[in-house]
């Protein structure tokens, strides 16, 4: 599969998906002016590389400064897809990078977290640098 | 013509931005950016309050392009509206108004007393709840952006219904933080 390469704007995040060494990525900052357009090549892309995954196991950063509240839906979406492939045994590991500062961003991934059974949500913070 | 007295009055009040025009999502990226910048690094350089302040801003002027009746009638994601940022006791607060349609008022007024009305737990399972569900037909975003709001206010949600003329209301909306 080619790898999903969508660089940052002011208000769209950066997506890196690599299928070969099973690393995804999304990071930035998510108010996109149409929410949907933006994420229908991720969720495209997501939805045919689950379906080919096998015993890969699978790490996705989400590292997100701020994001509005039609982005939240969409990202709410795609923990659910991954969700729904962790229910068929896929391995997938998810990691919620937060800024040691921004206490905004853990809470968001503390209530994402209450939301998801099945996929293996980790919140990682990340120290300041100086 | 001197705008002096005008932005006096303006300082006086705590108000750190006053806008009322056409608005766009460029201008969320822009105006947007700069009041997040102020904040941080403004007397408290308050990060988190930045980010707040600014989360507000882009819902309101998002709910402005999408539902204000009043549009450009070339580009038709640009609508007009005004949007007002102020600290008063220590609070910042963001008021949004655009024109509406007054038969959406009754909807929009019973849906905003509900959340209202609502503790900050109840908005959290009503969030949660809202973001799972299927995107409604009238809606063009996620239909969660109210509630997003109420969540960080510290007060409960004002707002206000003024008659425009026979089919028009004019929706105000004040979060403070």
């Known amino acids: 599969m080619q790898t999903l390469e969508i660089s940052a704007t002011k208000s769209s995040p950066a997506v890196h998906f690599d299928a070969q060494s099973n690393t995804l990525s999304i990071m930035g900052e998510s108010y996109p002016e149409n929410t949907a357009q933006f994420y229908e090549p991720v969720f495209e892309w997501l939805e045919e590389y689950i379906d080919s995954l096998q015993e890969q196991h699978v790490t996705f950063n989400m590292e997100l400064i701020y994001f509005n509240s039609s982005s939240s839906k969409a990202l709410m979406d795609i923990f659910d897809i991954l969700e729904e492939a962790c229910d068929e045994d896929k391995k997938i590991v998810l990691n919620w990078i937060y800024d040691e500062d921004n206490d905004a961003a853990l809470e968001y991934g503390e209530e994402f977290a209450e939301d998801i059974e099945s996929l293996t949500f980790n919140l990682v913070e990340k120290p300041l640098a100086d | ?177």
Request: net charge negative.
């Open chain 2, 1 to 177: 013509m001197n705008l002096y007295d005008y932005k006096q009055e303006l300082d006086q009040e705590g108000i750190l931005l006053s806008f009322s025009g056409p608005m766009t999502h460029e201008m969320i990226e822009g105006v947007g950016r700069a009041i997040r910048v102020k904040i941080e690094g403004g007397e408290d350089g308050d990060k988190k309050a930045a980010l707040k302040v600014f989360s507000i801003f882009v819902e309101q002027v998002e709910n402005v392009i999408r539902y204000s009746v009043e549009k450009d009638h070339v580009d038709s994601n640009m609508s007009f509206g005004i949007i007002v940022i102020g600290k008063k006791d220590g609070h910042f607060y963001i008021i949004g108004g655009n024109k509406i349609e007054t038969e959406k008022q009754q909807t929009l007024e019973s849906y905003l007393e509900q959340l209202a009305a609502m503790n900050k737990d109840e908005l959290k399972v009503f969030y949660k709840k809202r973001r799972r569900a299927e995107r409604s037909g009238d809606s063009k975003g996620a239909g969660i952006g109210f509630i997003e709001m109420a969540r960080k206010s510290s007060q409960p949600l004002e707002f206000n219904f003024q008659k425009v003329d026979d089919i028009h209301s004019f929706f105000t909306i004040k979060i403070t933080i």
